[in-house]
């Protein structure tokens, strides 16, 4: 079998006023790419793995991946997809891997990866097989299940099993390939959105995980179930809650598996509520000794994993007025202080107002600056999420003033993982606070580092009904009142059939 693989990873912020161009992507290619995989945790890690063991030669197309953000340029977007879509037209495939992160918008696209599905199936013609995986915070759409044979998410938040949806995607390539199963899918979508409660192994989304998994192991024709909780910041058509099945040549089945689970979500749906820590008790309680430090705290209105530019302040406000015995280093994006760092050099001072510039309704932080470092930016995530994926924070000044240490970055970055710190010369260990602008996977990496706790902070990322412009994406619970919702589901028979 001569399998392509490729990956394209964005996930998207419709009110973000940046634009993500061709400088956030971590590009590699060929061998490199194979080298990146071959200790890596991303989906198309666990897919050449699986693809691998299975004997099949594999066929190395380009990996794109960035950080979340604001929509990706139309040309960007466009030569990306036209790399990946002429080499499968020039290297006919028996079969095409794709791993997605699924929630991708562009500057005129609410479904980029719908379009780049049906560019490939068309080079490919009906008899390949295209397998995908995608982060679970996908924007699915019928596009993507029209044009696709198998679609398989991630189950968990934080993210640990990229490896493993990837593994499973690519398994079920090979097994369609050998006439061994005849996936049909069923999706099934609800109109609601949350922001609070998105931890699949607490609260509401556990017991519908625990259902899940009895359903699979009650029936071996159930190849995968996947449950997408949408990502909160793209404004799109349909962008709903989804769940999609996978069976093994028996559609009822699909369609009987996913309608119960979502009407078991929807009767959750109003659970789905805020237990975020006040920052100001968190930084008590560190003061306190009741947390040990460092303390790691996740800026959950300011989260860049989730779409936001980063440049938001509420936390270093706090430090500076109210805490100032708590030393604390915090991630902010701002090209702006970072140029200003570079022409004045190390050891400077500088006087500039910091973050602000890059989202409406942030108050500039004030302060007078030295200039303890200056950096490329350029780290390899050494985490769990996303283990061994080259990044990039753009250039970057280390800053301090008084109680505070800054990691000042020309792009929004992975500051879930340590090593995007520790590559620009910043010491966690004798910190008493350290800020990620994460809400979920910083936990994974920085557990063995000190407590992680997420802190109920103002921005976009913290969603509450009302607090977004929503248009497209309209109408969806709680921002309108929907009394019940039509939950039948769809039917997509494999392409290849």
């Known amino acids: 079998m001569r399998i392509f693989v490729s990956s394209l990873f964005h996930e998207g912020n419709s009110f973000s006023r940046l634009r993500t161009g061709l400088a956030s992507f971590a590009i590699v290619r060929g061998k490199a790419l194979l080298e990146k995989v071959a200790q890596g945790s991303s989906g198309l890690a666990g897919g050449c793995r699986r693809l691998t063991a299975s004997g099949a030669e594999i066929l190395t197309g380009v990996s794109a991946v960035a950080p979340p953000g604001g929509p990706v340029e139309d040309v960007v977007f466009q030569d990306l997809l036209s790399e990946i879509v002429g080499e499968v037209e020039a290297q006919r495939p028996d079969g095409v891997f794709l791993d997605l992160h699924g929630a991708m918008i562009t500057e005129s696209l609410d479904d980029p990866e719908g379009v780049l599905l049906a560019a490939v199936r068309q080079v490919l013609g009906p008899r390949g097989v295209i397998a995908v995986s995608l982060d679970l915070h996908a924007h699915v759409t019928p596009a993507v299940l029209e044009s696709a044979d198998i679609v398989v998410a991630c189950k968990e938040n934080p993210h640990t099993d990229y490896d493993l949806a990837g593994e499973r995607a690519a398994a079920l390539l090979v097994e369609t390939l050998q006439g061994k199963v005849a996936p049909v899918t069923a999706s099934v979508w609800l109109p609601f959105i949350f922001g609070a409660q998105m931890e699949t192994a607490r609260g509401p989304l556990a017991a519908l995980h625990a259902r899940r998994c009895q359903m699979m ?281």
Request: aromatic share 6%.
């Open 217 to 497: 192991a009650a029936n071996p024709q159930l190849l995968d179930i996947s449950i997408y909780n949408c990502t909160t910041l793209v404004d799109v058509p349909d962008g709903q809650q989804c769940i999609t099945a996978i069976a093994d040549g028996d559609a009822q089945l699909a369609q009987a598996a996913v309608e119960e689970l979502a009407a078991l979500f929807w009767t959750q749906r109003d659970a789905f509520v805020s237990d975020f820590m006040p920052l100001h008790d968190a930084l008590s309680a560190v003061t306190a000794g009741r947390i040990a430090r460092p303390a790691i705290l996740g800026d959950q209105g300011d989260r860049v994993l989730a779409g936001t530019p980063g440049d938001g302040t509420a936390i270093l406000h706090e430090l500076a007025t109210r805490w100032p015995n708590l030393e604390a280093v915090v991630p902010i994006t701002d090209p702006a202080i970072v140029r200003i760092a570079q022409m004045a050099g190390i050891g400077a001072e500088i006087e500039q107002p910091l973050g602000g510039t890059l989202s409406s309704g942030i108050c500039p932080f004030r302060s007078r600056w030295v200039v303890a470092g200056l950096g490329d930016g350029r780290f390899v995530q050494d985490g769990p999420y996303l283990r061994n994926e080259p990044a990039t924070l753009g250039d970057t000044a280390i800053l301090r003033s008084g109680n505070l240490t800054v990691l000042a970055m020309s792009l929004p970055g992975f500051t879930q993982d340590p090593a995007a710190f520790r590559s620009q010369g910043i010491d966690l260990a004798d910190k008493d606070i350290v800020v990620v602008k994460s809400g979920y996977h910083f936990r994974i990496s920085f557990e063995t580092i000190g407590p992680c706790l997420v802190v109920d902070t103002p921005g976009i990322s913290n969603y509450r009904p009302g607090l977004l412009p929503f248009a497209k994406r309209r109408p969806i619970h709680p921002e309108d009142i929907i009394s019940r919702p039509a939950l039948t589901a769809r039917i997509f028979a494999s392409v290849a059939d």
